[in-house]
């Protein structure tokens, strides 16, 4: 399973990357408007810069025509932008045209086996089931990520999912187990997975143990 931050905050992108586990970035204007003073294309083109995979840039509008025109745009600042579009009739739209002129497309707000059937059959290259916010009223998010990727590898869709709304490290294990290729994680799950009591007490007792032992001088 690859792994790509959801944020737009550039010093989490910069610090993540760092590790070497990140393959892409996913944005939307939440995240965006959470970074004061930016420019949004600024901060798109500065991401594509420190990541080397799809950087997924939302549009705002709310009809197909003004999707497809800011769908254009974004692309058009780096080859590495997928345009994230809003899973509707609209946004069923824009995919198809978007498609048809060469341009990836990430379809967002995936509540339902259905809906993501739709997305596929639009053309969506990457489709976003939240698993987070149907936790949050009561359904099992991770299932509709399982069915997903049976249904995909059945019909060997060319497409793949990115298991989005991560809220803790125990999703992106089950989301890895239930098939997603893609979680798109937040930089405070990114922290959280690196840390367990037992390793922080093997580093510890390793330190200690070798306290006093001779080293070559260099």
């Not at 999912?161 to 997603?180: F, L, N, Q, T, Y």
Request: proline letters at 3%; one cysteine or more; a negative charge.
């Amino acid at each position: 399973m690859k792994f790509f931050i959801d944020t737009a905050n550039i010093a989490e992108i910069k610090e993540i990357e760092a590790w070497g586990v990140l393959n892409g970035v996913t944005t939307n204007p939440s995240l965006i408007a959470k970074e004061k003073d930016v420019v949004f294309e600024d901060v798109i083109e500065e991401i594509a810069s420190i990541v080397d995979g799809p950087i997924s840039a939302e549009v705002t509008a709310m009809d197909a025509e003004g999707m497809i025109a800011e769908g254009k745009k974004l692309a058009a600042i780096h080859k590495n932008i997928v345009i994230k579009v809003p899973m509707n009739e609209e946004g069923l739209k824009a995919i198809r045209t978007l498609k048809k002129e060469g341009i990836r497309t990430n379809c967002t707000l995936i509540f339902s086996v259905n809906q993501g059937l739709l997305a596929m059959a639009a053309g969506a290259s990457f489709i976003s089931p939240f698993i987070g916010r149907l936790d949050d009223i009561g359904h099992d998010g991770m299932e509709l990520v399982h069915d997903l990727s049976e249904i995909m590898e059945y019909y060997g869709y060319d497409c793949e999912m990115i298991a989005a709304s991560i809220r803790h490290p125990m999703h992106v294990k089950e989301a890895a187990e239930a098939g997603a290729h893609i979680a798109t994680v937040p930089y405070k799950v990114f922290k959280q997975m690196l840390k367990h009591p037992l390793t922080d007490k093997g580093i510890d007792q390793f330190n200690k143990d070798f306290e006093g032992t001779k080293r070559a001088n260099g």
